[in-house]
């Protein structure tokens, strides 16, 4: 089964709106970590946004907020006054259990495209 | 820059032929790992390392081999390139716990004809 799921192959903003990429995500594991990755052109992964399993407030770094939602099992990333440079690929990105190594499961990601 | 540092950024191949990507970081990070992308797909993870001397297979291991000698290099060899080897191969390091995600490479393009 996927474990992380993102349904939107592409999506289109119109500069200086907000916009949302949905993530769910499937696990068993209590203790899991949820990422977005950004992927421009130039192909770096960019790390954006973390939140922690047990962590009570969404997360939020500058003008990327993740929406959790637990008992839904989704965590969206919500992009507010989009700009030209955030047209990319986004990726999320989940590790589980709390020892040693934990790999990251990505999603296939989310186009997206920001237009003037 | 403080980082991870992955050489060669392209490589074409013959079908048959073997190199070594490698991958190296600066941060002190305990663990590192390689990953593979392929179109359509998130990343996938190939090989990684906890510590020097202690590697293990990942989601997509065959036709594989990596070492790590040292904290900071550890390099991914591929034996007999195939053309299902053709990927963007991305190296990755972290410390355990670090809610920060993990450090990736630059990516290498490698196209194996």
């Known amino acids: 089964a996927q474990k992380i799921t993102q349904t939107q192959p592409g999506m289109f903003v119109q500069e200086k709106e907000a916009v949302t990429l949905d993530c769910t995500y499937d696990t068993s594991d209590p203790s899991y970590g949820l990422f977005w990755y950004k992927q421009p052109s130039s192909g770096e992964m960019i790390f954006l946004i973390y939140q922690g399993s047990y962590d009570q407030q969404n997360a939020t770094e500058g003008r990327y907020s993740l929406n959790f939602q637990k008992a839904r099992k989704s965590a969206n990333l919500v992009i507010s006054a989009s700009q030209l440079g955030d047209s990319a690929m986004y990726f999320c990105?989940?590790?589980?259990?709390?020892?040693?190594?934990?790999?990251?499961?990505f999603g296939t990601g989310t186009r997206l495209l920001v237009s003037p | 820059n403080a980082g991870v540092t992955q050489t060669p950024k392209f490589q074409v191949l013959k079908t048959g032929q073997s190199m070594t990507l490698q991958c190296a970081q600066d941060?002190?990070?305990?663990?590192m790992s390689w990953y593979r992308q392929d179109p359509g797909m998130g990343l996938r993870l190939i090989h990684y390392?906890?510590?020097?001397?202690?590697?293990d297979q990942g989601e997509v291991p065959n036709g594989y081999n990596v070492s790590r000698s040292t904290t900071e290099d550890f390099p991914l060899r591929l034996l007999s390139a195939a053309p299902s080897q053709t990927s963007v191969y991305f190296c990755?390091?972290?410390?355990?716990?670090?809610?920060?995600?993990?450090?990736f490479g630059s990516g290498t393009r490698l196209t194996v004809v």
């Open positions: 990755a390091s972290n410390n355990a716990g670090s809610n920060y995600g993990y450090t």
């Open positions: 990105a989940m590790r589980e259990g709390r020892t040693g190594f934990q790999k990251l499961v």
């Open positions: 390392s906890v510590g020097a001397g202690i590697t």
């Open positions: 941060m002190n990070h305990e663990y």
